[in-house]
């Protein structure tokens, strides 16, 4: 298989790419940073530059590949900008995939398209009623792939819930070991996590044994709240519990956050779409992912994830 993947320089992509290699695949990978180049070629990918936002800089480079892994995407800016990335981008990467003839293309979508579902199970039959600009704009995506599917190339979306792995921000290894994690509101929400060597073994079965047109939850076993997520992150790294602010306080954090955002005309994570994320509860079924994609969880759990990778890391106390 000649795999082309875009997002090839981030942490989700990197860890495909060696999954890819070690099958044997050829890998042609996408970046848009330069200085994330060599990171590809040590790796032995035919890296190529380019960006999703500017269609003349894609031109030629899916031809001879076989299957496409779109994991490029942005939460950072206004709505605008995210649009860009994640809409339109996905729309020059399709025209671009059926003017190549690729086979399959697989969208690395996610789960907060679903939005808030409460303590429910949530399957891909779900509605999706998506609370913030990221999710609206990756469910637009899933239609500009899922309309080409039906007359182009076999078509499959993975909505990932939060990857988390040795270099992952979600983990928040750099200060978890000396400062308290600090949460919003009380940490009763749900969600859905799953280690990033999973998700890309998942990504990799989709390809391969994913149905067109169809939609796949890419979860580990066990949803878990919040708050048991950080404390047990939090107690095997010998640290305080986490720390819990208000969500009144959060959003006014992410008001002035904003605010300087605008003024010094960078974009920001911390802002009122990522307030309503993080607040968001919801708890993704893997059914379907494990009986079509026959995926065998090498972390089923937060847990046994969470204890891989500080043993990697050689941080945390023993258990």
Not at 166 to 174: G, I, K, V, W
Not at 190 to 207: Q, T, Y
Request: net charge neutral; aromatic share 6%; glycine share 12%.
């Amino acid at each position: 298989m000649k795999a082309f993947v875009t997002g090839a320089g981030g942490y989700i992509g990197l860890d495909l790419i060696k999954g890819l290699l070690d099958g044997g695949h050829e890998v042609r990978g996408l970046a848009r940073n330069p200085a994330r180049l060599h990171n590809l070629t040590d790796l032995g990918v035919e890296a190529v530059l380019g960006d999703i936002r500017h269609p003349e800089t894609i031109s030629g480079l899916l031809d001879g590949m076989d299957v496409i892994f779109h994991l490029a995407g942005t939460m950072v800016g206004n709505e605008r900008n995210i649009y860009r990335t994640n809409v339109e981008g996905t729309r020059t990467l399709v025209d671009a995939a059926a003017a190549a003839g690729l086979k399959t293309f697989v969208l690395a979508s996610s789960g907060t398209v679903y939005g808030e579902h409460g303590d429910e199970p949530v399957t891909e039959e779900s509605d999706c009623h998506p609370v913030m600009a990221y999710g609206r704009s990756k469910l637009e995506a899933e239609r500009i792939v899922m309309n080409e599917a039906k007359v182009g190339f076999s078509g499959v979306i993975c909505r990932l819930g939060g990857v988390y792995g040795p270099r992952s921000q979600m983990l928040m290894l750099e200060n978890a070991g000396r400062t308290q994690v600090r949460l919003v509101g009380r940490g009763h929400n749900w969600m859905s996590a799953i280690h990033v060597e999973d998700a890309s073994a998942a990504l990799l079965a989709a390809a391969e044994r994913g149905r067109s047109g169809e939609i796949y939850n890419i979860v580990d076993n066990e949803p878990v709240q919040l708050k048991d997520f950080y404390n047990y992150l939090a107690y095997r790294l010998g640290a305080p519990e986490a720390k819990h602010i208000s969500e009144a306080t959060a959003r006014r954090l992410a008001r002035i956050v904003g605010f300087f955002g605008r003024l010094t005309g960078k974009a920001v994570v911390f802002n009122a779409d990522f307030v309503k994320m993080i607040l968001s509860s919801l708890r993704l079924s893997n059914e379907k992912m494990r009986r079509e994609l026959g995926v065998e969880l090498k972390y089923p759990n937060y847990r046994s994830g969470i204890d891989a990778i500080l043993q990697e890391l050689g941080v945390g106390a023993a258990v």
